[in-house]
């Protein structure tokens, strides 16, 4: 069994925590958030270091005790340096430009896929690679998978939109299996 909940955190310089049961609000140089931590988790700031407490040591307790202090280094990290998401568009003809709060991507279809972008996140394009900044680390990720569905890697030439450093295995084609050609 997992012993996350029990880990302290440490607050970088510049990053502030108050809490005001049911939210642990953070405040950083990146922005802020709020972690909602519902009850029966309590949260205890002490000379720079929170701590995320449970009342006994029942299954639901120890769950909810290590759920909440995930989300909330996840904040602190989020407030500090950000989170990145890289994905990578693979094929001809495939490309992203951004226009306004609007990602335009041109993946093969007829008409220009048109994702517009969440508010709290900055997204670029660095050659054929979308870029995906934020401090919500889950918005981040929820973003770059939506993205990805539009056009995910397929098996026989590996086109598509990958996450950076994805493996994509590829199948061999008819001509490969044999037979009359």
């Known amino acids: 069994m997992s012993r996350i909940g029990k ?5 970088p310089p510049g990053v502030t925590a108050t809490w005001r049961a049911p939210a642990l609000e953070l405040k950083g140089p990146k922005g802020q958030l709020v972690v909602k931590v519902l ?3 309590q949260v205890e700031i002490k000379e720079g270091v929170v701590r995320v407490t449970r ?7 120890r769950m909810s005790q290590g759920l909440y202090r995930s989300l909330a280094n996840n904040a602190v990290v989020g407030v ?3 989170y990145e998401q890289k994905l990578e568009i693979v094929g001809v003809g495939y490309k992203a430009e951004v226009s306004g709060q609007v990602l335009k991507l041109s993946l093969g279809f007829a008409s220009v896929k048109e994702f517009p ?8 394009i660095v050659k054929s690679m979308i870029v995906i900044q934020g401090i919500d680390k889950q918005l981040v990720g929820e973003t770059a998978a939506q993205i990805r569905s539009h056009r995910p890697p397929e098996p026989y030439k590996g086109k598509g939109i990958r996450y950076e450093g994805e493996y994509v295995r590829k199948k061999a084609g008819k001509a490969a299996v044999g037979g009359k050609g």
Do not use: E, F
């Open 55 to 61: 009342p006994d040591d029942s299954r639901s307790s």
């Open 39 to 41: 009850p029966p988790c």
């Open 80 to 82: 500090s340096k950000g």
């Open 117 to 124: 972008i969440p508010a709290g996140l900055k997204i670029g």
């Open 7 to 11: 880990l302290p955190i440490a607050l």
